[in-house]
């Protein structure tokens, strides 16, 4: 048997930009990833669209039917994710007690947190399974040495936990020609999106970026996928254990705020349909003084108040 798995990372150690780094790993057998990306594929050429899928990028709900209809089916499939979480703050003190620099903690991070980040998904594989680990191409990860301490690692912690499974290689790949790093990465982006509460900030990326999320854990049983299937580890320097915790804390409070969210504004926009029955969602959006990269999501609210089916132009 085949196995890949699918390493990225966001908002880098020693490049901070937040209170927080985040590494993901994103795995299944070959054949399920081959399956995943035809499929995906598929979606991309029924929309006629041939551009990269990056959550940082989604700063226009024109693209909604291609991260909707991409990530509801990912969440469908029988994947796992893990993601781990740096306290940068925790980092920095230790590089201090340490006489390091951020760059080179960094490099004896990628010694130790690869057996935390792939060991929930490893552990399961059988004796003999060929692992392939894909990791975006970078000079960067190069000169780091990312390549080799993921190999060697990964074979470490499999013989001495006798799993006997083998990684015959951390195989650099460009991301815009793959569709599992894009996977990876975007749904990366959005628990990064929903830990660090950016849904509460005003900007209009912020709220297209919302109602993206909102109506894909909406959509049948996605909310229990999401949970069952992406799990969070929380390092913060000041614990010898590493803290497994649950993803469904964000989503409640993200839920909470984005439906309360949601009833406001479809207030007023019942009010503005009271006054001007038989428009159209553009006519409407230009009454509302909503932003055209907002449209699809004035026409989901249309959609909830006319038919009770938020995500029914959009499926």
């Known amino acids: 048997m085949k196995y890949q798995l699918y390493f990225d990372e966001s908002n880098k150690l020693d490049q901070p930009n937040g ?39 989604y700063k226009d709900d024109k693209h909604i039917k291609k991260y909707f209809r991409t990530l509801n089916y990912v969440l469908n499939q029988n994947v796992n994710i893990n993601i781990f979480i740096v ?7 230790t590089a201090v007690k340490m006489n390091v620099d951020l760059t080179e903690l960094r490099k004896l991070f990628y010694v130790k947190i690869p057996e935390r980040l792939f060991y929930g998904i490893t552990r399961y594989l059988q004796s003999g399974t060929d692992v392939e680990i894909f990791v975006d191409s970078s000079d960067e990860y190069e000169k780091l040495g990312l390549y080799t301490k993921l190999k060697e690692q990964m074979n470490a912690h499999s013989a001495y936990r006798n799993k006997c499974y083998k990684v015959h290689a951390a195989i650099p790949l460009d991301s ?22 950016a849904y509460k900030t005003a900007s209009s990326t912020s709220k297209i970026k919302s109602d993206l999320i909102y109506r894909l854990l909406i959509e049948g049983t996605n909310i229990q996928f999401f949970q069952k299937q992406i799990t969070l580890y929380k390092w913060e320097g000041n614990e010898e254990q590493i803290s497994e915790i649950p993803v469904s804390q964000y989503i409640t409070e993200f839920l909470v705020y984005k439906t309360q969210y ?3 504004e479809m207030g ?9 029955p038989h428009l159209d969602a553009k006519e409407y959006r230009k009454l ?26 959009i499926r």
């Open 288 to 313: 509302i003084e909503y932003p055209n990269a907002r449209l699809r999501m004035l026409q989901g609210y249309f959609d909830e108040i006319t038919t009770g089916d938020r995500n029914i132009s």
């Open 87 to 93: 306290n940068n703050e925790d980092a920095k003190n």
């Open 268 to 276: 007023k926009f019942r009010e503005i349909m009271l006054r001007n």
């Open 19 to 57: 209170g927080y780094s985040y590494y993901g790993a994103y795995g299944a057998n070959a054949s399920v990833i081959n399956d995943i990306t035809s499929n995906v594929i598929s979606i991309y050429d029924s929309l006629n669209t041939k551009s990269e899928m990056h959550f940082r990028e």
């Open 262 to 264: 949601d009833l406001q």
């Open 176 to 197: 815009k020609i793959s569709i599992p790093l894009q996977i990876i990465d975007t749904l990366m982006g959005i628990v990064v999106f929903l830990m660090e509460k």
